[in-house]
C-alpha cells in the first residue's frame, strides 16, 4: 500500500507565492520520478511539472521561470513553489509518484487526493 500526502494549497492573490509539499509512505522500493499535475473542471489533468531520480525536470511552458519543483529522496518528498502566481493558475494540484514496490522492472503510478490552489485577481 502506498499512499501519498498533499500540504499548502490555499487561496493567494495574484503575484503571491505558495509550496506545495507531498510526502509518499508505504511499501516503497525505489521512486523513478514525482511530479505535480493540475485539473479545472471540464479540462484533461495536465502536467505542471516533474522531476526525476537523477535530477532532471520538465515545466509546462505556462509555468517555466515561475514554479520550481524539487525532491528529497531521503524524505521520500517532492516540492512544487509557485511564484508570481496568476488567476489562471487556479486549480486542483496532484502529487504524482512513479515507483517500484519491489526489486522488480515493474513501475506504478500513484496519486494524491488533490490540493485546491485559489489564485484570485
Known amino acids: 500500500q502506498v499512499q501519498l500526502v498533499e500540504s499548502g494549497g490555499g487561496l493567494v492573490q495574484a503575484g503571491g507565492s505558495l509550496r506545495l509539499a507531498c510526502a509518499a509512505s508505504?511499501?516503497?522500493?525505489?521512486?523513478?520520478?514525482m511530479g505535480w499535475y493540475r485539473q479545472v473542471p471540464g479540462k484533461q489533468r495536465e502536467l505542471v511539472a516533474d522531476?526525476?531520480?537523477?535530477?532532471?525536470?520538465n515545466y509546462a511552458d505556462s509555468v517555466k521561470g515561475r514554479f520550481t519543483v524539487s525532491m528529497d529522496n531521503a524524505k521520500k518528498a517532492v516540492y512544487l513553489q509557485m511564484n508570481s502566481l496568476k488567476p489562471e493558475d487556479t486549480a486542483v494540484y496532484y502529487c504524482?509518484?512513479?515507483?517500484?514496490?519491489?526489486?522488480?522492472?515493474?513501475?506504478?503510478?500513484?496519486w494524491g487526493q488533490g490540493t485546491q490552489v485559489t489564485v484570485s485577481s
Open positions: 508505504g511499501s516503497i522500493f525505489s521512486i523513478s520520478a
Open positions: 504524482n509518484a512513479r515507483l517500484q514496490t519491489s526489486p522488480t522492472p515493474y513501475t506504478f503510478n500513484y
Open positions: 522531476i526525476f531520480r537523477g535530477g532532471n525536470t
